[in-house]
């Protein structure tokens, strides 16, 4: 079955410094993948998809890359800020494109 | 537009009793799911919807019913509450529309269920 991988342990950076974020999948090509941020005691809100033809995707500070051959999506947060502090969940269609399923997420602490 | 509702934000239950956790969209979304995260862990799905009359199961559905009767409500049925199931559960919502099947989803805030 698909599996999703995502660093459990949290990630300390400095204010101002870029969080990159890694999301590992096995036995699946998926034809997207989406990144959610996740705050304590709130649902996952939608942030940014990449399709599986798209090397790179950008919206403001957040930039994701999809390499279909490593099976792998990097997440970057340029210039982080305390406020981009939460968990980060990356989720991948399941094979009938039906549900989405969904990494363990990584937790991101900007220090200020 | 509300967004996705859940309620109630937290219950707790004993051993064998039963509940329903309410969901309901105004966004007019035909697909609707429900998830639940325990601590460290990814979210799992229980049950979705295509739409209204049409429910499928998901990863965990065991111990789990649900009802989709109109669009906007998804409502979860706990018949014979254990403590494995002390989880927080999210809804959510999405079009599920021809070419939008790359749709993101739109989440409740969950509610937290304790069982003891």
């Known amino acids: 079955s698909q599996k999703i991988e995502q660093n459990s342990e949290a990630l300390n950076i400095q204010e101002g410094k870029t969080a990159t974020l890694t999301c590992n999948y096995t036995n699946y090509s998926p034809a997207y993948l989406q990144w959610y941020r996740q705050d304590p005691g709130r649902g996952p809100v939608f942030l940014l998809l990449i399709r599986e033809n798209e090397k790179e995707k950008r919206k403001e500070r957040l930039k994701v890359t999809f390499d279909t051959t490593l099976k792998q999506s990097l997440f970057h947060i340029t210039a982080s800020q305390p406020a981009d502090s939460a968990t980060y969940l990356c989720?991948?269609?399941?094979?009938?494109?039906?549900?989405?399923?969904f990494g363990s997420g990584t937790r991101l602490q900007v220090q200020p | 537009n509300a967004g996705v509702t859940q309620t109630p934000k937290f219950r707790i239950l004993k051993i064998g009793q039963s509940m329903t956790l309410q969901c309901t969209q105004d966004?007019?979304?035909?697909?609707m799911y429900w998830y639940r995260q325990d601590p460290g862990m990814g979210l799992k799905l229980i049950y979705y919807s295509v739409g209204a009359g049409i429910t499928d199961k998901g990863e965990v559905p065991n111990g789990y019913n649900v009802s989709r009767s109109t669009t906007e409500d998804f409502p979860l049925r706990l018949e014979l509450a254990a403590p494995s199931q002390t989880s927080v559960y999210f809804c959510?919502?999405?079009?599920?529309?021809?070419?939008?099947?790359?749709?993101?989803?739109?989440f409740g805030n969950g509610t937290r269920l304790t069982v003891t």
């Open positions: 966004m007019n979304h035909n697909y």
């Open positions: 959510a919502s999405r079009k599920g529309q021809m070419n939008s099947y790359n749709s993101p989803l739109h």
């Open positions: 989720a991948l269609p399941d094979t009938g494109r039906r549900a989405l399923t």
